[in-house]
């Protein structure tokens, strides 16, 4: 059974919402409290398939690092 698992969305809204706000992976690294990278960042803004684990942390960092709530929904369209 051969079944593709499709793994690249195209580009995220949360690089927008960075862009917006004027933040970099650097920044949501340095806001997040829990252990995420620079390449975890980069891979949520080009749309690699993330763990919703990963996901939560990035939307955490990014909530802390903004100032704003934003929701899952709203960084992610997958």
Known sequence: ???EIKR???EQPI???MIDHDLKPMDLVA???EQITHKMVSRACKGRRLT???KSKILN???KAAGKEYS???L???
Do not use: D, H, P, W
């Open 61 to 63: 960092a990014l909530n």
């Open 1 to 3: 059974m051969n079944i």
């Open 76 to 78: 992610f369209n997958y």
């Open 8 to 10: 690249n969305f195209g």
């Open 52 to 54: 919703s684990n990963v």
């Open 31 to 33: 806001a997040s409290t």
């Open 72 to 74: 899952m929904k709203e």
């Open 15 to 17: 690089r927008q919402i």
